[in-house]
């Protein structure tokens, strides 16, 4: 009997064991049916793993294409352009000669063009600070899956502009120009440029006029633009001028391309900040535009006078700077027709101020679409709506409290997206991992399965036989 006893004991000490860590299985298992982690958000880097890193190689160009630049522009005279020059205000004790990291110009005319400057700062800060970026840098170029060309295009063709706007357009006399040839000439003499034709290089090009004079020669690169205004060329010679007929050439595309934002020029209003908006519609700018945007001047016109609309001419530099911050910040909604491009940062101002945006420009090109919904924190308008008498202010009225108040909070969620600046001296430290230039690695990321196609597809090529480029596709 004693005997029995024993045995049904032991028996059981596993069998309780067993249900035990059973029951806390099913437990722990409910527990996180009902309690699903959250998704991440659709605006963050932590979706994107470490192997989904990109490697990149830095082409080996003279300092005086870049942070020389800079200490040459920070050495000369006031811009002709604007009435007022922050920059010419800086002390001069405060930039040494031998400073490795200048600043960007706060200039307005070029600030809004910067990407180049924090691109190439979050490449050259030093491997142990570049904890954010999605970009690893390599220093052979056949590791590497893409060739940044770090020449700041932009800071060229705007010193240019400054000192001697009449011989942009001109080779002889044009210092800008001369540099874009150093830069193609230097780049197209390497092998890794032969290697791939070009295409897996990568050059900023955020000014509608940056490297104006050798365009042709960079169509096969990865080009990171704010719009396509500018680019396109129209055939008519075979369309009896017919517009219908009218052919676009042009060396961009949304298939090979990078639309990157404008740097905004307003501080960011946060969403706890938000105070009562007076105002229904704001609009600061230039009246007069060509090409596109002869759009706004009509829009000008029937809206200058409407009741609860702001329409004010100027820059947002010096007193128009602050005219700016208080107008989108006590407005509902901002006006963003086309300008001379499709495009301008005012759109990122406005987002940053929490002013829904309201997008008059039926060609418009948007960063980082596809990771970003535009549809739900602005209002897309097209140009014939818009030009009929009283019917714009009469679609903005009916949007709800709610509904501005839904566009809004989405705005606040990817105001962070479109923040260049990581507070970093010289651009030189960890960049934000849900900011703009790892947004922008994650797009140029998304072209290499592309640009090994069309490499491979160069190089089966027979000799001379030529195939044309038709990157006007969209």
Known sequence: MALKTTSITLCSVPALFFAFTLFCALSLSLFFLSNPPPPPSPYSSSIFSQHNSIKVYVADLPRSLNYGLLHKYWASGPDSRLASDADRDFPKTHLPRNLEFPPYPENPLIKQY??????????????????????RRVFDAAQADVVFVPFFATL????????????????????????????????????????????????????????WHVRAELAPAVLLVVDFGGWYRLESKLSNDNSSD??????????????????????????????????????????????????REKLWDLLVNAPNVVMEEGFPNATGREQSIKGMRTSEFCLHPAGDTPTSCRLFDAIQSLCIPVIVSDNIELPFEGMIDYSEFSVFVAVSDALRPNWLMGHLKSFSKAERDTFRQKMAQIQPVFQYDNGHPGAIGP????????????????????????ILRERRKPTGVSVPRRCHCT
């Open 114 to 135: 910067s990407a180049e400057y924090w691109i190439l700062g979050d490449l050259m800060t030093p491997p142990d600070q570049r904890t954010g970026s999605l970009a």
């Open 156 to 211: 060229s063709a705007e010193m240019q502009l400054a000192n001697a706007k009449g011989a942009f357009k001109k080779k002889v006399g044009n210092e800008d120009y001369e540099r874009q040839r150093q830069v193609v000439d230097l780049v197209k003499n390497t092998e890794a440029w032969n290697r791939s034709g070009g295409r897996d290089h990568v050059f900023v090009l955020t000014d509608p006029v940056a490297m």
């Open 246 to 295: 009218v052919i676009q050439q042009t060396q961009v595309s949304v298939l090979k391309d990078v639309i990157v934002p404008y740097t905004h020029l307003l501080p960011r209003l946060q969403l706890s900040e938000n105070k009562k908006r007076q105002t229904l519609l704001y609009f600061k700018g230039a009246k007069h535009r060509h090409r596109g945007g002869l759009i």
């Open 431 to 454: 960049v934000s991992p849900d900011g703009a230039v790892n947004h922008i690695w994650k797009k140029v990321y998304q072209k290499l399965p592309m640009i090994k196609e069309a």
